[in-house]
């Protein structure tokens, strides 16, 4: 999921741009700057479920996050938080410094 952010921080919009397996997701950099621009976005959240209720990190989900915010930069729009959630509780990158 996305949650598109104006530049009050203010919700714009959410959307679920990629859905997964029970493992795995494929996540496109490209589809989420388009997605940004065409919602006019200043600011963008993430926000994926794991299933299995382990809330830390894979690598690829740090991968991911990395990748997301260097090409949402590009565009000058800013990653405030990729959130994690599962049925026993949540994890931010933003809370954990990895953003």
Known sequence: MVIYLNGRNQIMGV??????????????????????????????????NHPSGNLNPSKDDLNITKRLKEAAATI????????????DGYYSFADHGLL
């Open 15 to 48: 959307e679920e741009l990629f859905k997964g397996t029970l493992t795995s997701s494929a996540v496109y950099p490209r589809e989420v700057v388009k997605k940004a621009i065409s919602n006019e976005a200043a600011a963008l959240v993430f926000v994926h």
């Open 76 to 87: 000058d729009v800013a990653v405030h938080d990729h959130i994690i959630i599962s049925r």
